[in-house]
């Protein structure tokens, strides 16, 4: 009776193990928020992985959460959140860069280029 409160891994003495990927996954994100500015393309790609691996560590927490520590669970959802703002970051910043050119070209057309011959 005195082991209905325990999770598995402590009746077993088995201790509880890192996520997988947790750590790489927060790295990642943190580094899609810092890289969005790097016209948006390494933001995106570093966002992109860490969400594609946060799906599978975060499925992988949920078929059995007695088997990894809390804590790295918890950095998961940190490094999700970081490549989330990342992704979106980088994405305005794409779409922010498309008007400039967009901008720049519909000046450049409108330009009296005829008077510049010779």
Known sequence: MENINKPSSEIF??????????TAVLVLGIISIVGCFCYGIVGT???IIA?????????LYQSNPDLYTPSSFK???????CAIVGVSLSALYILFLIICLIIYGASL???PWDMYRH
């Open 13 to 22: 003495n088995n201790p509880r193990q890192e996520l997988p990927n947790a």
């Open 45 to 47: 790609i570093c966002g």
């Open 51 to 59: 969400l594609v691996m946060a799906g599978k560590a975060k499925r």
């Open 75 to 81: 950095n998961m959802n940190a490094g999700r959140v």
């Open 109 to 111: 057309s409108t330009m």
